[in-house]
Every structure is written in structure tokens, then in C-alpha cells.
């Protein structure tokens, strides 16, 4: 054996400590042999099937070491370790340990310029935080490299950025200890913390609540910890913090920096103060209220003159958040008289401010600063108040002169709704070379559309020409289920999945004999837990499975009958009728028959009854028939809110939401089980399905909403994309009634607004056409809160955003509804949290709508004395509809 062979047996071997001894014991010849063909090896390697390329990964560590350490030339060896396909390792500290190994042979400049080139080639992290904190690709052989030369790092954000996650990934693996203070790199890297771009997020990753750490351990914790102990220089991370304030950036970059600077714990002596004055008009929230905090420190040591006061109250009002607001008018209120009267100027725009509240205490400033104010204050603070409601415009008159009432507003500018344009469909896919990469492209999260215009192809371009579809299949796939166990993918799991399903009716095609030896032994293992399911989602099981069997006993058909017509799910009836003629005299497959069946429109031309009349089959009597019957008739779906039998983790509320529906008598069994929707205790155990069901019966919305109902706590709280089925649920037709619209009032609740977003575009899309239930959504939103099933003030922004893109009428609609359900009860009832923004929302929506009339309870919680917002929002509801 060469030694080629002998390195390439070594590495096939997956034993890096043997693969090491042997690399070490190389000649030069031999590694230049070595190096010569190991590129091309690998080349020809991950170009030779799915296969090959799992191998190539599972070897990535031993190409590593090969390469390390044959290559001559320290870019060509920067070069080999950064190559794609060499960059997955799955511990990176490990491989850096390993890599070490066999480049300490190296002359000490020859791993200084390769540690040089390593970094320069290192990239900014990406993806989630879990994500991150694995490390970054190549900075730990990297940081070995510059350790162990003892060179000054070379200047990079990556690497510097690379550091404080390895950072935080160690002190979570320490649960508690601190990790940095022995860290080689320390000194070096953190006067680079203030400047790299995207070190934030890894400041404060560290920190959480995991059992058996310490709360809050998190690298700027730690910083501030070494600070303190007299290891780092509190002076310069303080002076590092304000030179990151002052580079700007969003909350998410200049959040961690903020708690750095507090667990720093600055003297007033320390504080910025022309800085941070400045900094108020542009700088992020959080630093805001850093700021806000720290001026007012430096002002009780006599560090803030009266005009950076002036200034930094007068800049606070015009910042867009109320709290930042509010929080001016709190501090020029606890400000004495004679310094507050220079800036009281700053009233006036708080005077516009939309908050009852704010504006009742600026009057109330104002009035007790009038002595104090100069010509141009007063000036200002008379124009503002002109716009002010009577009774607060007369008692700002009183302390200022005289105020003539600002000329009626223009009536406000009412949007025009309108809906997102719907999605199209897919156009058919062209050729058996498209069918194979979409076969394999096929992932996650599931797409009905796409497995639909797969799955037809599958089937159509098997009966034109076998071969041909079997010539572009993977022959590395085929060789893979050829020599693999079978039941080691036969799981009850599995045989439910959609993505594994469609898989199995390309192996059923390929290799019917492994097919059926996995179909066995899925038999064998049938576990009645997994089988079970919602009704919609066995539809598609089904389907999948009767294509599979087809492709088992060698058979083929010409065309499935329920590929799609349209984006929503429905299948033209023409269409319907010419697929059932190319059938001939044979039977369709059941499963895909009666999704079809599901899939027609609610309205089909009378003439298309005479061609179904013609069709030569049973299947064919029964379209007929069930067209000739007008379809389905719309079951009586009822949805309530109820106390739940039992509360977890997942379920902490005690009630649930439950939806039922009767079907029609008359129907054959399989559809009077879909449409008999039966409440369950609990909620649904395969959530992921919701995103089908839209398309199985796209006719009859209500009944497809009372089985996502049966999800709701995962399409209200999860971060994928499951929202997207209520957009889905909402372009279909049919019946829309409370199980909808408590679907929808669910998911305007959502925590991400990108989800929030799905819910809005589906009850657009319902209030364009006409159909939005506003009453049963008012029902919804006023049940889930009372059920503490969602957050209002969630589902208060959410409405607000709709009423600013035109639904104004159909929200006020709504929020009469809800209102009622969600004021006190009694004098001594309890306020709900979010209320007066809701009341503020309904208001608003109502003077848009020019709405008038009486809405329970609202006048009685008017009439109450008080300045709370709840109560000024209710009496300036009140105000808005009283006729």
C-alpha cells in the first residue's frame, strides 16, 4: 500500500488519533504525493451522488488533517481548510486541537502567516443565537494558531466577534464559573469590542435560564466583574461603552452595550453629558432611557446647566415613544419652578401628544411653570393649546391670556382598503430532469403546492415513460435504499409525514421489492397512536399511500384527479370532468377521488352534469350525483371558549377553545367523519399539518377553522410559518363564523409581527370580499383575552395597523362587539391590562367610520372620577359616539 492509499484508508477509517501518527510519519515525497491528489480526489469525490457527498462529510475532519498537513504552502493549506464543503465540522474546538497536531512541525513564521490568513478569511456569524454560539467556522484553529505564535491578532471583526461567542458558549458549558479572566486573548480583544460590527448579541447571549447556572453570567457580566476585581480598567470600558453610544446603531446593537454600562456601575463624574444630550434625538431606545437615567444623576451633582436641560427636556418630546415622553413631563415636574420655567416650552408638543393623560399633566405643568416662562414659551404654549379640548384650553388661558380655539380640523383622510394580491399557481413541472431536483428539493416546512405539482408529475410522466423518470433518479439514492435496512426507517412516525410518504412513492417506482419490504414491516409496527391524527391530515396520508401501492404492483394512471387548479386549493369542475375521461373505464384511486370531490367549487356550471352523466364508472355516477346534489351542504359548526380539563406547560390557561360540527344527514361515511368535528381535550398533537387542511376543503372555510382550532396555541405562539395556513384559510369560500375569527383574533396576536402579518392579510382579504364576520371577531378577541389565551395589547397594535390601512369600519364593527365583554364590571371591577389602548383603537375606528350609538357600560365607566387612561380613553369613546 502507497502511502496515498495508506492516508486515504486512514481517513475512510474515521480515526483521527492513527490518521495523525501516520501523517506525522510522512516524508517530504510523500507528502507531496499526498497533496498532489487529494484536491482531485475530493472533486471527483462530492460529484458523484448524494452518496458521496454524505461520506464527504462524515470525513470532513480526516480531509482536514490531510491537508493540513501535506500542503506545502501556508495560502494553499488556508485555501484547502475554508473550502465548503471542509467547513462543517460539528465540534470546532475539537478540530482545532486536532489540526494543531500536525502543523507544530511547521516552521513558527509558517504558522504565523497562516494564522494571518486564516482570520482574514473568517465571515460574520449568522442564523439564530443556539446557532452561534456552536462557533464560528475556523476561528478556533485560528485562534490556536495566534495564540500559540504569540503574534498580535490581526485586526477583524469576525474574529473578534468569533471570540466573545466562544466566550459565551463556554460559560455555559461552565454552568457558573467564570471563563474569562484566564483567556490569552483577553487584553488584546476588548478594546476591539467597541467597534466591531455584530459583537452586541454576543454580550448578553449567555444569559439564561438554564438549571444549575447562575442567573444573568453572561460575557458582560463578566467584564464588569474583572472591572471591578482591578484586572480590566473600568475607565476604559466605560469610555468604550460612550464611544459605542455614539457610533449609533439599532436597539438590538447598542442594548448590550447599555447593560454594560450599568453592571460598570459609572460615577455621575463619568456620565457624557454633552454627549449624551446630542445623542438624544437619533439614539436607540434603550439608550434613551440609559441617557434619560444618567443626565438626571449628573443634574443632582450640579454637572447638567440649565440650557443642556432645556435641551434634553425639549428633545425627549419630540421622541416618537410615549414613555420617553412621558418621562420629560415626569422630569420638568420634579425639576424646581425656576429652572423648569426655561423649558417649559416643551409643553406645547406634548399638548398634541394622542394620550388623554399626558396632555391633562402637561396642562397641569404648564399652568404651575406659567410664572416662570419667557415671551417665546408663552407664545408657544397659547398656539398649542388652541388645538386642546375646551375645558383644558380654558385653564391653560387662565395662567397664560386669553386663547382663541383653533379652527376645526379637516375631517381625517379615510385609506382605502385593499386586499394582497392572492398567490398564483405553480406552473406544471416541464420534464422528468425538473421532477427529480424537485423531488429532491422537497423540505421543510411543508408546501401542499408543491408537493401537489410533484406528486402529479410523479404520476403522469411514469405512464408516458417509465424509464425516462427512472433515468434521472439518483442512482446514489437508489444504491442507498438498495443496501440500507429498511427497518430502520420503519417508524409509525414516518409513514405520517408527507416529506417521507412522497419519498416512498419515488421508491416504490425505483425499487418496488424495497418497497414493499418497508411497507411490511410499517405494517408490523403500526402504532394506532401515530395512525390517529385529524381526518383533513389522513386524507393526505392516504393519498400518498395509494400512489405508493400503484407504483408497488407496477401499475400506473394516466393523471391524478385533485392536482389544483387554483393557488386556494380548488379544482375547476371541467377539468375534473376531462381527467376522469382520460381514465376511461377504469376506477380513480378512492383517496385522490374524494379529494377532488372536496376541492370543486361551490358553484359549477349545470351544464357539466350532462358530460359526468356520460362517464362510464362508478366514480363517474357519483360526481354526477354529486354535482346534480349542489356538493357539500355546509355542516353547523359551533365554537366556544370553556374551562380546559387539564393545564401544562403548553396549556397554562385554564380554558380552552373547543369547535364542533354536525354534518348533514344523508352523507357517506367517509365525509360525514371529515365534517363531524368532535371537540377534544387538549389540543392537536401534529400542529404542522394546519398548513394543509386550507387546500383539502378550500369550499367550506368554517369547518376547515374548527380544526384549527384544535392548534391554536401553537399558531398564536410558534415562530414558523403555520401562520400563513390563516391567509390561506381566509382566500378559499365558503361559511366564515366564530371558529374563523377566533383562528384569526388568535394570530393577531402573535409575538412576531411578521406572523401578526398573515393574520391582518387574511381578515383584509375577508373584509374586501364582504365577508368578515366583525361581530363573531369583536366575540373572539373579547373570549381569548378574558381566557388569558392572548396578549391585548398584542391584538390591540395589530387592529390598529388594520385601522390604518382602511378596515376602520370593520374593526369598529368588531371592537363593539368586544368592548362590552372587556369594560370593568361593577365599581370595584378589575381593569384589564391594555384596555385604555383598546378603548383608544375603538375610538379612533369609530371616527372614521362616523359611527354612532351606546355601547354597555361605557357611559357608567365615563362617568367615573379619575385621569387613568382607561378612564380618559373611555370618555373620549364616549364622546366620539354619542350622537
Known sequence: MNPWEEVLARIEAENDERLVEALNGLGDADRREVAARLPGHLVERSAGGFGDRLRVRELTSGYRLAGAACMAGAAQVAAWLNRRELRRTLDHERDAVTVMSVLRRRPEAWRRDLAVRLVKRLRPPAGPTWWRLQGLPGWDLAAALVIETGIEPPDSDPFTVGWVWRVASRQRKSRGRPVLAADPLLDHLVPRLFHAQGVAAALTASESRQPGRVPGLSVAGELAALAQAGRLSRQALVSGCASRFMAGGDAAEIGPFVTLWRLLEPTAADVPVLDFVRLLPSGSSPFVQLA???????????????????????????????????????????????????????????????????????????????????????????????????????????????????????????????????????????????????????????????????????????????????????????????????????????????????????????????????????????????????????????????????????????????????????????????????????????????????????????????????????????????????????????????????????????????????????????????????????????????????????????????????????????????????????????????????????????????????????????????????????????????????????????????????????????????VPLLLPTGAGGRTRNGLGELLNVAARAAVLAGARGEIPGLAELAARKGSSLVLQEARRLHRAISP
Open 292 to 818: 434619560l437615567d444618567e443626565l438626571r444623576r449628573a443634574e443632582a451633582v450640579g454637572a447638567l446647566d440649565d440650557e443642556l436641560f432645556a435641551e434634553a427636556v425639549g428633545t425627549l418630546v419630540f421622541r416618537p415613544e410615549k414613555k420617553h415622553v412621558a418621562a420629560a413631563v415626569k422630569w420638568l415636574a420634579d425639576t424646581p419652578a425656576s429652572r423648569g420655567g426655561g423649558a417649559a416650552a416643551a409643553l406645547a408638543c406634548v399638548f398634541d401628544v394622542d394620550s388623554p393623560a399626558l396632555r391633562e399633566r402637561a396642562v397641569r405643568l404648564a399652568v404651575k411653570l406659567a410664572p416662570h416662562t419667557d415671551d417665546a414659551a408663552r407664545e408657544a404654549i397659547r398656539e398649542a393649546a388652541s388645538r386642546l379640548p375646551a375645558e383644558l384650553r380654558d385653564r391653560v388661558a387662565a395662567a397664560f391670556g386669553a386663547i382663541a380655539a383653533a379652527a376645526e380640523p379637516e375631517p381625517p383622510a379615510v385609506p382605502v382598503l385593499v386586499a394582497p394580491p392572492p398567490p398564483a399557481l405553480a406552473p406544471p413541472i416541464p420534464s422528468a430532469a425538473d421532477l427529480a431536483a424537485e423531488l429532491y428539493a422537497v423540505g421543510w416546512p411543508d408546501d401542499p403546492g408543491r408537493y401537489e405539482r410533484v406528486l402529479a408529475a410523479l404520476v403522469e410522466m411514469t405512464h408516458r415513460d417509465r424509464d425516462g423518470v427512472l433515468a434521472v433518479l439518483d442512482p446514489e439514492w437508489r444504491s442507498y435504499w438498495e443496501q440500507t435496512n429498511v427497518h430502520s426507517h420503519a417508524y409509525p412516525s414516518n409513514d405520517r409525514d408527507p416529506r417521507f410518504l412522497l419519498q416512498r412513492c419515488a421508491l416504490a417506482l425505483a425499487l418496488p421489492d424495497v418497497s414493499r419490504e418497508l411497507t411490511a414491516a410499517l405494517a408490523e409496527r403500526a402504532d394506532p397512536a401515530h395512525a390517529l391524527g385529524l381526518l383533513p391530515q389522513r386524507l393526505v396520508q392516504h393519498r400518498l399511500r395509494e400512489v405508493v401501492a400503484l407504483f408497488e404492483r407496477g401499475a400506473t394512471i394516466p393523471v391524478l384527479l385533485a392536482t389544483p387548479t387554483a393557488a386556494t386549493g380548488h379544482l375547476d369542475a371541467e377539468t375534473l370532468i376531462d381527467r376522469m375521461e382520460r381514465l376511461g373505464g377504469a376506477e380513480p384511486l378512492e383517496a385522490d377521488f374524494q379529494q377532488a370531490l372536496l376541492r370543486l367549487p361551490r358553484h359549477v356550471d349545470e351544464s357539466l352534469l350532462v358530460r359526468a352523466e356520460k362517464l362510464p364508472t362508478q366514480a363517474g355516477r357519483r360526481l354526477a350525483g354529486w354535482l346534480r346534489d349542489g356538493g357539500l351542504p355546509d355542516p353547523v359548526v359551533h365554537c366556544e371558549v370553556r374551562r380546559a380539563s387539564r393545564t401544562d406547560r403548553y396549556r397554562p390557561s385554564p380554558y380552552e377553545v373547543h369547535a364542533r360540527a354536525v354534518p348533514p344527514e344523508g352523507l357517506p361515511a367517509w365525509l360525514h367523519d371529515l365534517c363531524a368535528v368532535r371537540p377534544a381535550s387538549g389540543y392537536a398533537v401534529y400542529p404542522d399539518d394546519v398548513v394543509w387542511w386550507p387546500t383539502i376543503m378550500p369550499s367550506h372555510r368554517e369547518v376547515v377553522a374548527a380544526y384549527m382550532v384544535q392548534c391554536l396555541p401553537w399558531l398564536a405562539d410558534r415562530i414558523d410559518s403555520r401562520v400563513d395556513a390563516v391567509a390561506a384559510l381566509a382566500r378559499g369560500d365558503g361559511p366564515v363564523g366564530r371558529a374563523t375569527a377566533i383562528t384569526i383574533a388568535a394570530c393577531l396576536a402573535h409575538p412576531r409581527p411578521a406572523r401578526r402579518a398573515a393574520a391582518a392579510e387574511a381578515l383584509t382579504t375577508l373584509a374586501v370580499r364582504g365577508q368578515l364576520p366583525a361581530p363573531d371577531l369583536g366575540w373572539a378577541v373579547a373570549e381569548l383575552v378574558r381566557a388569558e389565551q392572548v396578549t391585548l395589547r398584542r391584538i390591540t397594535a395589530a387592529l390598529d395597523d388594520l385601522i390604518a390601512a382602511g378596515a376602520h369600519a370593520e374593526i369598529w364593527q368588531a371592537l363593539a362587539a368586544a
